[in-house]
């Protein structure tokens, strides 16, 4: 089965980071696929052999098949001898030479996503310090993979993109509220996204979504001018905006003022009004 490019990239940067900060010599992980209750481990780190790489663990099974039933860390000493797991997965850790071992869930929206293991070639104890590490790497990949999936959600809302045409017009009301709401949101989103490819598709429909081909000739508005006046026209105060844009309510005032100034507007709503007939806003 197909591993998703974007959710396994993710997994990957958190076994970077399990490695650094653990200083386990060893690291490999994977998603659970789609409609299955296994893990299919895709992305190895410091490991020497192909013996885990493409290894299906069924849940239940094995130390991160109990991590995924369980939805907690878990840990052995000894991998080979422990009698805390069963042990269908003997001959390919012993491949790579694995002793002391653990694995930790990557719990999205209560549901078990993907598994991250770190090892040791020596049979010794894992600390709790390193474990609270690998468990803080899982958590980055756990709020990468939140973001991913709020902006696939954005974009399924705001798709299909070339139906721009039957786009609800001004007049529609309700519906032209939504794609307000859908502008503002996949606005306040894209700055958060690490994925460059992710986030300019996400600023590509944000985009689309905007009144007629793009920005007409006239005042250039900065991009976080027209994050702030998006809010305002979603009807989010200062404070409103502030936190959905992460950033202090004086940073809002002041990127609101610049685009008033722009726009040669007096109030808030007057700017909304100018970015929309230039085609900043939907």
Known sequence: MAVDAAQAAQIRSALVRLRRTTG??????????SGQRQVRISEL???????????????GNGL?????????PCAVTDYSVSRQISH?????????GLRS?????????????GVLYGALRTAQPLGDRTLGAAVAAARDAEQALV???????????????????????????AAWEQVREAHAALRALAPRITDPALRDELLHACGLLA??????????????????????????????????????????????????RKL????????????????WLP
């Open 211 to 260: 009144a007629g081909s793009g920005p007409v000739p006239g005042p250039r508005l900065a991009p976080r001018e027209v994050d702030v006046l998006a809010c305002v026209a979603a009807g989010a105060t200062n404070g409103a905006a502030a936190e959905r844009l992460g950033v202090g309510p004086e940073t809002v005032k002041s990127y609101l003022r610049s685009a008033m």
């Open 64 to 72: 991160g098949g109990r991590a995924v039933a369980l939805s907690r």
């Open 88 to 96: 269908e997965y003997d001959l390919p850790v012993a491949a790579e």
């Open 101 to 113: 071992v653990l694995a930790v869930p990557v719990v999205v929206r209560r549901r078990v996503r």
């Open 45 to 59: 780190s410091g490991t020497a052999t192909t013996a885990l790489s493409a290894l299906a663990v069924t849940a």
């Open 147 to 173: 973001l991913r999936d709020e902006a696939d959600e954005l974009l399924a809302a705001a798709s299909p993109p070339s139906a721009r045409a039957a786009a609800p017009s001004p007049a529609d009301g």
């Open 264 to 279: 040669g507007a007096r109030t808030r709503t007057e700017a909304v009004a100018a970015a929309r007939r230039t085609g």
């Open 24 to 33: 386990l010599p060893v690291a490999f992980g994977g998603l659970v696929e």
